[in-house]
């Protein structure tokens, strides 16, 4: 086991030395062992019908790594995870964690067509899900070896692990998956010490300490559920609540039966839960903060937010590749925490570029934004091109916007470089869906934009050109045609708009402009 400090309550919670360059030598495995024997009995994670202490996610862990081992995975071998939101897939990270393995991690809602294209690109060996998932899992086509996990962990043999086998901190531990503007997810790249430097500045944002209970409402496998459910919580030594799928109602029910002080959710699910807290009040009078991000924050509904619930709103700016580029924190007063992005983090060094990729910093104007700083990834996966888009030629990480940078050091998104629809938190590919919809037989051409939605921010609608004798084409057949196909949920059109043709710039391309324009201006009746 790793030298680790003293478990304290230092006023920051977890460990005393956290924010020196100690911490980026521990991993989470080792974290959860000594929270095993520190204090074991006290719980790791919460859900509606269990309750699972840091001996159970400690010896959990040991069990999948036994698991994993009988089953021949070799360290560096990729290993798919695709698992609900449960104390299970924390184990299973960690397990891979332990036996040198990366995990693949996959979300649980993704599509049969994106899963197959994961397990592809990152030359998985093993597909880990659990009894009584997914069972449409076992239609992949993919050449992995399937080892299906029982729900409750302590039914599984006791493998020896071997020493030695271990991830350290700055090793490859993880891949994932983000949203591309053309074509099927990149596989991003990442250390556990990205997101242990994440952590301070996630403590001093919210005051966090090791009193505290968190919420994680966002899937493991990606970046704001990764920090909030897998890295923080077990840095602080406190415990999780995890719900398998987010329900709002259930939400609220479980902040008041775990008396929640900390929760993290992208802007639909607060909005949920802010009308279903109006529809029937709970006792929520443990939250005191909410982080979310993913999308701009609704300053109304989250100003309503802050009023029900007595929680201050909280958000980091950043994505799954750079992490976080600003924050906002406890001390902002609310125009700057709801009206902006935060204040840009000095660690990551935020520059602005302009479109020809010269740095504009300090000439206050709308720029591109990048960073250089502890908290980015290590590139995509065996993606050379996307790698050249994410970087310029000297090494700044870049995000897909525009944004504005005042005298104070406060952020500001006011524009979009990418064709994304960013619907409930997740950046949708227009493109992606045009593609997709292309595939109907009855489809010429599609083109993908956003609708307004009072919940989800965004949702997909698509203009289509048909073919003669598809003039009647509906929604439910286009979702019925693409979901045959494995399109992933959240891909699926919402709105579908048959048009005789579709409108075309001066070059011959689709006007986006004046779709988005033409949704923006129809009468409510015909959205």
């Known amino acids: 086991m790793l030298d680790l400090p003293a478990r304290t309550s230092n006023g920051h919670g977890g460990w005393a030395s956290f924010r020196d360059d100690h911490i980026f030598v ?40 036994g698991c994993l081992l009988a089953a021949g995975v070799e360290r560096s071998d990729r290993v798919a995870v695709v698992m609900p939101d449960s104390p299970g897939v924390h184990a299973t990270f960690v397990g891979c964690e332990r036996i040198g393995a990366v995990v693949v991690g996959i979300g649980y809602r993704a599509g049969l067509m ?64 983000t949203s591309g503007t053309t074509g099927l997810p990149k596989c991003v790249m990442h250390s556990e010490a990205r997101w242990l430097a994440y952590h301070p500045w996630a403590v001093e944002a919210g005051s966090l300490t090791d009193r505290d209970v968190f919420f994680s409402a966002i899937p493991t496998p990606f970046g704001f559920g990764l920090w909030t459910a897998h ?37 639909t699910q607060f909005v949920m839960m802010l009308n279903e807290q109006l529809l029937r009040p709970r006792d929520v009078s443990s939250l005191r ?21 007595d929680a201050t709103v909280l958000q980091f700016y950043g994505s799954n590749e750079t992490g976080a580029l600003s924050r906002t924190t406890v001390s902002d007063p609310r125009e700057r925490r709801l009206r902006t992005a935060g204040r840009v983090l000095e660690e990551m060094q935020v520059r602005l570029f302009d479109p020809a990729g010269n740095d504009i910093t300090g000439e206050r104007r709308p720029g591109i934004p990048g960073c250089r700083g502890p908290a980015t990834c290590l590139g995509y996966y065996a993606d050379e091109e996307a790698n050249a888009k994410l970087m310029t030629p000297d090494g700044w990480m870049l995000m897909g916007d525009i944004v504005e940078i005042d005298g104070d050091g406060y952020l500001t998104v006011v524009g979009r470089t990418s064709d994304f629809i960013i619907r409930g938190g997740k950046n949708i590919s227009a493109t992606a ?9 009855g489809v010429v ?83």
């Open 445 to 527: 051409l599609a083109a993908a934009v956003a609708m307004e939605d009072e919940v989800f921010g965004e949702k997909v609608c698509v203009y289509v050109e048909v073919r003669p004798g598809w003039e009647n084409l509906t929604l439910g057949a286009l979702t019925d045609h693409l979901t045959m196909r494995g399109v992933t949920k959240e891909w699926l059109p919402e709105r579908l708009i048959v048009v005789e043709s579709l409108p075309r710039s001066s070059g011959g391309k689709v006007a986006k402009g004046a779709l988005r324009n033409d949704m923006r201006t129809r009468p409510e009746s015909e959205k």
């Open 433 to 441: 869906v045009e593609d997709e919809v292309a595939t109907h037989p």
């Open 289 to 309: 903060c909410m982080f979310t991000g993913g999308e701009a924050v609704p300053y109304a509904k989250a100003a309503a937010f802050e009023e029900e619930f």
């Open 26 to 65: 521990m991993t989470v495995g080792a974290l959860i062992r000594h929270h095993a024997l520190d204090h074991g009995a006290q719980p790791a994670f919460l859900t509606a019908n269990s309750v699972t202490t840091w001996v159970d996610y400690d010896d959990g862990a040991d069990r999948v790594a």
């Open 114 to 177: 994106e899963i197959e294209h994961l397990l592809a690109k990152t030359g998985a060996s093993v597909l880990v899900t659990q009894r009584g998932g997914r069972p449409d899992l076992s239609m992949t086509s993919a050449d992995v070896q399937s080892v299906v996990l029982p729900v409750d962990l302590r039914t599984l043999s006791e493998v020896p692990v071997p020493s030695g086998r271990a991830l350290g901190a700055n090793d490859l531990f993880l891949i994932n998956s």
């Open 231 to 267: 890295f923080s919580p077990a840095i602080l030594g406190c415990p999780t609540v995890l719900s398998e799928k987010f329900e709002a109602g259930q939400a609220l029910d479980l902040i008041e039966k775990h008396r929640v002080t900390v929760l993290a959710c992208v802007s």
